[in-house]
Each structure stands twice: as structure tokens, then as C-alpha cells.
């Protein structure tokens, strides 16, 4: 086989795979099962950021969201946009891309429901459709995990970024506590049977990022009571391993927080 024909088929491979991505993600919107009001009312909104912020407490420690104020930004991968409003709330100019059709809709409800201005696009990761330094800060939280060329994405964050500028990236961690957890207890991980699943260590994010300079990667998301499980598993869970873990020493489990967020710049 030619290098030419190899390449036409990984690009063809790729497409395929965009289009089973984008598929999947359309019927399956991210923390849907927690929602108790009807999808798109701002009660549904309010519940998914509070689950969100509840689920992700360190989010807010780490991403300083008021210091974003009027800095354009691009979240790429924003499903319903929960944290995107948090980025417009408090005064940033933003943009958000998701490749399912259904996370724009809702993004946009969400947006209006708070008086907010965004653009919002159907928009693959992979090929953005913006000229080169664009963005002041690109932000995508549980995105190159999921898409098919993780590089691919990590290099076309780095283009539309603006010289200096900051990228704010999180991808699960392999070598983390709830991976351990998951395998020992047969539990499934959320989107386990999504098309794209990775998990990364520090060493394989830190290559995804080379087109970065100064990446700083700090493991996160230790663990909190589970609203989504139930049964005889959950209560274990809740009972006694949230517990018993949040007393060890945080510095000495870090390393195996479930996200790594990386900071870094152009
Ligand atoms: C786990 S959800 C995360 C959504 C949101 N960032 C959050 O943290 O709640 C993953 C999202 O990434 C989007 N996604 C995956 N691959 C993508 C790509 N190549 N381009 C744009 N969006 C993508 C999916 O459609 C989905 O909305």
C-alpha cells in the first residue's frame, strides 16, 4: 500500500468515526440522567450546574472563572454549555463548538434562558473553522478523551489560540483511583460505550500538548458521593469509600485524581 492510499484511508477512518462521535453524542447528553425537570427548562439547567459544581467542586478552585472577563474564549466540545455560561457570567466573549447537533440546541436554550450571548456551532475539534490565533483562552473539558485524534485536536487548539494565550485542558487520568475502582467493582465508567473512550497518563498528555509551552498538569476529581449509582455497590460507595479515602493524605493521592487538567500556553 502507498503512503498516499494509507493516509486517504486514515482520513477516511477518521471521518467515520467524527460521524459515530457526533452520532453518539447527539442521543446521549452529558449528566442527562441526573436531570428530574424537562430537558431545556431552566430548572433542568440549574440542576445540571449544580450537579456539575457539586460533582466537580475543584473546578472552581483551579479555574478562576471571573479572571476570564473579556478575554474571547473558545470552549471546544461545550455540550450544554454549563460551563460556558460560567465563563460568559462573568464577562468573557465566547464561543462554543460541539460536534452533536443536540448539545448546540440545548447550549443556546441555556445561553437565552440567562440572558447571555454566545456564539454556539456545530463545529468538529479536529478541523476548526477559525483563522489561525483567534483566541485569547480554548478550553476543552472531557473532550479529547472522546474524539478520534486527540493530537489532531490538541494541534488545531494550539493554531486558533492567540500568541501567549492559554489552553485549559482535562482528560481522564489511567493511572487515577476511579479506574482502580471501576475495574475492581465491575462497574461501568460513564460513556464507557462511547465510540472514543481513552484514558491517558501524565507522560501521554504531556506529548498530545507538545505544540504547548509550559504545561502544567495537576491530577484532580477525588471522590464525592454519587448521585447517578444505586444499589447495594452505591451505598458501599457512599458509605464507606468516599469517606475513608478523603482521610488520606490529599498530597499523597494526588497523583491518582480522575482528571488531569493541564494549563497551558502558545
Ligand atoms: C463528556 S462530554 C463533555 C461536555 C462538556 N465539555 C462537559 O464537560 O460537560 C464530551 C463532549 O465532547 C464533544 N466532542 C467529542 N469529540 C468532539 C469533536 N471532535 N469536536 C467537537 N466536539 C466533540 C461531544 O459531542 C460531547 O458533547
Known amino acids: 500500500m502507498t503512503q498516499t492510499t494509507l493516509s486517504a484511508n486514515a482520513t477516511a477512518n477518521n471521518a467515520a468515526t ?8 447527539n442521543e446521549r447528553i452529558h449528566d442527562l440522567e441526573i436531570a428530574t425537570h424537562p430537558v431545556g427548562s ?3 439547567f440549574r440542576e445540571l450546574d449544580e450537579y456539575r459544581f457539586d460533582k466537580l467542586r475543584y473546578l472552581p478552585e483551579v479555574v478562576d472563572f471571573p479572571s476570564y472577563k473579556g478575554k474571547k474564549m473558545l ?8 460551563d460556558l ?31 447571555l450571548e454566545a456564539d454556539l456551532r ?17 478550553y476543552a473539558h472531557g473532550v479529547l478523551q472522546y474524539t478520534a485524534d486527540a493530537h489532531q485536536m490538541a494541534r488545531e487548539l494550539h493554531r486558533v489560540l492567540k500568541p501567549g494565550g492559554e489552553a485549559i485542558v482535562m482528560v481522564y487520568n489511567k493511572y487515577s483511583w476511579l479506574n ?34 509550559q504545561v502544567r498538569i ?9 448521585k447517578l449509582h444505586h444499589g447495594l455497590k452505591a451505598t458501599l460507595y457512599n458509605t464507606f469509600f468516599v469517606k475513608a479515602f478523603n482521610l488520606l493524605p490529599r498530597a499523597l493521592v494526588r497523583p491518582t485524581g480522575w482528571h488531569l487538567m493541564a494549563f497551558a500556553r502558545k
Not at 467524527?18 to 453524542?25: D, E, L, P
Request: negative net charge; hydrophobic residues 45%; glycine residues 10%.
Open 18 to 25: 467524527i460521524t459515530a462521535i457526533g452520532n453518539y453524542w
Open 42 to 44: 431552566t430548572g433542568f
Open 75 to 82: 470552549e471546544v466540545g461545550c455540550g450544554v454549555g454549563i
Open 122 to 138: 456545530v463545529m468538529n475539534g479536529e478541523a476548526l473553522e477559525f483563522p489561525d490565533n483567534s483566541f485569547d483562552v480554548v
Open 180 to 213: 482502580a475502582l471501576s475495574k475492581l467493582m465491575s462497574v461501568d465508567l460513564e460513556h464507557e460505550d462511547a465510540p472514543v473512550l481513552e484514558k491517558y497518563s501524565i507522560g501521554d498528555l504531556k506529548k498530545i500538548l507538545r505544540p504547548f509551552s
Open 218 to 226: 495537576v491530577p484532580e476529581r477525588f471522590p464525592v458521593e454519587s
Open 85 to 115: 455560561v460560567r465563563f460568559a457570567r462573568a464577562g468573557a466573549i465566547v464561543t462554543g463548538v460541539d460536534l452533536a447537533q443536540v448539545s448546540i440546541d440545548l447550549a443556546q436554550k441555556n445561553f437565552e434562558q440567562n440572558g
